[in-house]
């Protein structure tokens, strides 16, 4: 199939890209099992590109026993049978190129599936053998070893600890079920490394790092003590080395990476992404910004003062597979990091958390860099409540039930508002149940609706592509009344986000390109509301 990339597509198109993440499972079922796949994807192609996006991201897709969602990969050089096959991933990565959009895969190199053929041959070989030491096995504490060998807490939490018949311990700081690798040890780079390759030679423009900075373990395990530095095991200086080793190979590829890195401290979030490293991480510090125009201002300028000594351009996310969906949280009133967790029963105001996210998406759309969007953003999807009973999420489990877990924010998508299971698959009820009251947000109801989250996200992303003042490029800020931001970019675009109670005049310009809701009856911009405007 020809390739019809647009015209400006150029070995920098990472720069400025609008990204889509597709987390397969729950995006369509092509085949009706109640499990989204390959196919289904396939099927949707026209929809992303209509759509108006340049690349997809897939979480993870290989052979998994699901015990984190795919994030334990048992094999990465096999597709799960459950979403298709390597021959159906391969026509998808053309099919999908020749639309003008680009593949991301998703590597987890932390750790691997307890049911990785290494992970088994560790488990059937003895202490101290040479299987064992790919992860990191270790004789326990206490008299008898009963106590784990240190007192790292679990991402998930919980301990990070388990225990094997014959007494030692293993490491894994998130599941039992993923037990984590040892870095250290030259077989775990070179297997990352044939697996860079064996994607890219299949055709994918980019790799996304899960985890990115918890690879590396201090020497020795050592117990954790607060305000230690270095951590013994978040941000070793060791990652650097083998990330520039990474992007030797990318280069050949001409691929590019973007980073999964959770870094409070922005000078070691930027050393990622120096020239011979990471094209691009994930930029959480906005994800996690309340709606407040002061914080959300400080968080932009932090984010480009961050990136600009290494050059690498920002990334804008609002939401991912692993957060409060954006209109559920934007409709509750927290502040600071809570803001992006997960709660039950948190009061949720939907109609004010949906004409935040409008703005919010002309707001990231409109900023310096790449930008990320989740399945069901385009949708206006809330966050789904999940019946306890259903609730797949092993984060749940490892809490003892307190936090709901990641599984309402990775609900089937509704793709028409009449089918049955609004259309995700035909025959059996998908594998997470859906809201009954989704109609309104399927695609079909809103394609037609000019006044739609999925129409403003498809002008949005087409004219994106199309001014050349938006993407990578410099910003300059306005003046804008208290509560409110401006800011201008290139060719003569302007953005004004209102975020205060009183409607906020607009600053001189020729034109209106897209506004995220109506305007007050004297022309001035209503709260929560954003503009594109032309000088
Ligand atoms: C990342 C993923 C998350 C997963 C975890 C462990 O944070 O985004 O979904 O559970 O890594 O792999």
């Not at 039950?344 to 707001?363: H, K, S």
């Amino acid at each position: 199939m020809a390739v019809i990339l647009p015209p400006e597509a150029t070995a920098d198109w990472w720069r400025s890209a609008a990204i889509y993440q597709v987390y397969v499972r729950s995006f369509a079922d092509g085949d009706g099992d109640g499990t989204g796949d390959l196919a289904g994807v396939r099927s949707k192609l026209g929809y992303l590109a209509e759509l108006g996006v340049e690349a997809l991201w897939f979480t993870p897709w290989y052979l998994s026993p699901l015990a984190d969602g795919g994030y334990d990969v048992a094999d990465y050089r096999t597709i799960d049978p459950a979403f298709g096959s390597l021959a159906e991933a391969e026509k998808l990565i053309a099919e999908a190129l020749g639309l003008g959009i680009r593949t991301i895969v998703d590597i987890v190199p932390n750790h691997v599936s307890d049911q990785h053929a290494w992970f088994r041959a560790a488990l059937a070989a003895e202490p101290g053998s040479p299987e064992r030491e790919l992860f990191h096995f270790r004789p326990g504490r206490g008299e008898h070893g009963e106590l784990p060998p240190n007192d790292w807490p679990s991402q998930f939490a919980g301990t990070t600890w388990t225990r094997v018949p014959d007494g030692e311990w293993y490491l894994h700081l998130f599941a039992p079920e993923q037990p984590d690798l040892n870095w250290a040890h030259p077989a775990v780079r070179q297997e990352h490394e044939d697996v860079l390759r064996f994607w890219f030679e299949r055709g994918v423009a980019g790799v996304r790092i899960d985890s990115a900075a918890l690879l590396a373990k201090a020497p020795g395990l050592p117990d954790f003590v607060e305000g230690q530095d270095p951590h013994p095991y978040i941000d070793l200086d060791e990652l650097h080395d083998i990330y520039r080793s990474w992007r030797t190979i990318a280069d050949e590829y001409d691929g590019i990476f973007v980073g999964e890195v959770w870094l409070p401290d922005s000078e070691r979030f930027a050393r990622y992404l120096r020239p011979d490293e990471l094209h691009t991480a994930f930029n959480f510090n906005f994800l996690s910004c309340p709606w407040d125009a002061t914080l959300l201002r400080t968080s932009i300028e932090e984010t480009l003062a961050e990136h600009a000594p290494v050059g690498a351009p920002a990334t804008w996310v609002l939401c991912n597979h692993d957060v409060t969906r954006t209109v559920t949280r934007y409709g509750r009133e927290a502040t600071g990091f809570d803001f992006a967790a997960k709660a039950f029963g948190t009061p949720t105001d939907l109609a004010l958390g949906t004409r935040r996210a409008r703005a919010a998406a002309l707001l990231s759309l409109a900023l310096p860099g790449a930008v990320y969007l989740y399945q069901g953003e385009e949708l206006g999807l809330p966050e789904a409540e999940i019946p306890l009973q259903r609730i797949q999420d092993p984060m749940h489990f490892r809490s003892g039930g307190s936090d709901p877990g990641r599984d309402g924010c990775r609900v089937p998508l509704p793709w028409s508002a009449e089918a049955p299971h609004y259309g995700f698959g035909s025959v059996r009820p998908p594998w997470l149940p859906q809201p009954e009251d989704w109609e309104a947000y399927a695609a079909d109801r809103q394609e037609g609706d000019p006044s739609s989250m999925l129409s403003l996200y498809r002008t949005a992303l087409g004219l994106r592509r199309t001014e050349p003042g938006f993407g990578d490029g410099p910003l300059r800020w306005l003046p804008a009344p208290d509560g409110a931001l401006a800011f201008a970019r290139e060719d003569g675009l302007m953005c004004v986000v209102n975020l205060a109670a009183q409607s906020a005049e607009l600053p001189g310009h020729t034109g209106f390109l897209l506004v995220s809701g109506p305007l007050d009856e004297d022309g001035r911009l209503p709260q929560d509301t954003a503009v594109w405007l032309r000088a």
